[in-house]
């Protein structure tokens, strides 16, 4: 299965050029024989320790690296102007070259066309609920009432997909 779904920072990883460009980025740093990251100023990001996060349903690993000293580099206000010690840059390499792949896919002809069908698609029940149904706007106000109304709405989309089903089910018996 191929990956066409756009992740959050999608626009401006592919529009932003500074942002893209940035050379302080961590994805961004250069890699040396060993396999450590060097910064612009030429300093090397040595391999700390991989760590699990478990903060969400799937978990993931993220590798921690961390400076030898920042101390008294030129690039130390752009590169980490927050950091009183050492930058430390923890990196997820897996979800790094999903996103590359993403970034590829949905550059490609075929994903700048699926980009353009879905971007002129409604949303499933929406899209039924505003065309089939001729459901354009909300007719009350205040946060009560508004909840009220959509509730009474999706009700009576849940009853018309019911009645559909139990249609379907005595036509073919």
Not at 28 to 45: H, Q, T, V
Not at 79 to 95: D, F, G, V, W, Y
């Amino acid at each position: 299965m191929e990956k066409y779904m756009k992740f959050t920072m999608f626009k401006k990883e592919t529009s932003d050029k500074k942002y893209h460009e940035n050379p302080y980025r961590a994805v961004n740093f250069k890699r040396d024989e060993n396999g450590n990251l060097i910064c612009p100023s030429g300093k090397a990001f040595h391999f700390k320790s991989k760590q699990h996060v478990y903060k969400n349903k799937y978990g993931r690993t993220e590798e921690i690296y961390e400076c030898e000293s920042c101390e008294g580099c030129q690039y130390k206000n752009e590169c980490c102007p927050k950091a009183t010690k050492s930058r430390i840059i923890r990196m997820n390499q897996e979800l790094t070259s999903i996103h590359q792949e993403v970034i590829t896919n949905l550059e490609s002809i075929h994903g700048a066309l699926l980009r353009m069908n879905r971007s002129i698609q409604s949303e499933g029940t929406f899209g039924v609920l505003k065309w089939d149904k001729s459901y354009k706007r909300l007719f009350r106000r205040g946060e009560k009432n508004v909840i009220l109304e959509l509730t009474l709405i999706s009700c009576g989309f849940n009853l018309y997909k019911y009645h559909n089903k139990r249609q379907r089910i005595e036509l073919a018996a």
